[in-house]
């Protein structure tokens, strides 16, 4: 029964995990612009990749296996907003405009300013 | 030596828990390894504040959860927003950076860039640059939400409103 349990669990996680993926992806294509695909790759950055690998931990059960799954997403949770950031820096270096809202403020007034090792 | 000594056992333990197989041979390999990181980690200068193991205690794993949440959440939101991006309103959000070590600056920005809809575009030593998906979105850095998280994270008091 509970072996039952866990295996739904489980399969809910992995199918859910899947399943923001491709909303990752559809939004990474239906998004305007540079600067907004990004937020739509986040998605399959963290919550896909959360899901799927707690799924994959319940399949494991407790052994060293599931200590090494937990490592991959703790990894994967420092490096994927550090390649995000590093993406979206590179292009503001590099004059990308963004589409903003009226309401917004511009970004050409930060470019100049640089990232001082703090 | 303190943060070179603390890093080195996390090196160690990090083997042993990853190789799994514990047999002479190996065991040297894993110390050669060790040896050589904690070598190119001094030689680099990465070596910091960063590397002691109760850098922010307990409130460590809360923090964590309450990210969880969050990403849960931000998530959902730009999932929404995925299927009628007619819908969005990008803008460019500052906010200050209150915070007395670098470690909270850099979990600030990252936790920023973790959340879906927003991203960081710049951080530098008092300002953090981002780009938001939209008004929901930028709520989490405008209201100032995130900012007291890090700071109840540090163990900084809360400024006065």
């Not at chain 2, 730009?78 to 460019?92: D, G, M, N, Q, Y």
């Not at chain 2, 920023?112 to 953090?128: A, N």
């Not at chain 2, 100032?144 to 400024?159: D, N, Y």
């Amino acid at each position: 029964m509970l072996e039952w349990a866990i295996n739904l669990a489980s399969w809910f996680l992995l199918l859910t995990g899947g399943v923001f993926g491709v909303i990752g992806g559809i939004g990474l294509i239906r998004f305007p612009d540079f600067y907004s695909r990004l937020h739509g790759a986040g998605v399959t950055d963290t919550l896909c990749a959360i899901c799927i690998v707690f799924g994959l931990a319940l399949q494991s059960g407790i052994s060293l296996l599931t200590l090494k799954l937990m490592l991959i997403l703790l990894f994967l949770l420092f490096t994927a907003p550090t390649a995000t950031h590093a993406l979206a820096r590179a292009a503001m270096v590099d004059e990308v405009e963004p589409l903003l809202d009226e309401q917004s403020e511009s970004l050409a007034k930060h470019r100049g300013e640089r990232s001082s090792s703090i | 030596m303190r943060e070179a000594f603390f890093l080195t056992c996390w090196l160690v333990l990090l083997w042993l828990a990853i190789s799994g197989v514990y047999k002479p041979v190996i065991l040297l390999l894993g110390i050669a390894s060790v040896m050589l990181v904690l070598w190119l980690s001094l030689r680099m200068k990465v070596v910091g504040e960063e590397h002691a193991p109760a850098i922010f205690g307990w409130r460590l794993p809360v923090f964590w959860v309450w990210t969880l949440v969050e990403i849960v959440r931000s998530n959902l939101h730009v999932a929404r927003l995925t299927f009628s991006p007619e819908k969005i309103s990008p803008r460019i959000v500052t906010t200050d950076v209150p915070f007395r070590t670098s470690v909270a600056k850099v979990v600030y920005g990252n936790t920023c860039t973790l959340t879906p809809g927003t991203v960081t575009l710049m951080l530098t030593r008092d300002k953090l640059v981002a780009h938001a998906l939209d008004q929901t979105s930028s709520e989490t850095l405008t209201s100032g939400r995130l900012a007291r998280k890090v700071l109840w994270l540090e163990g900084s008091p809360e400024p006065e409103k």
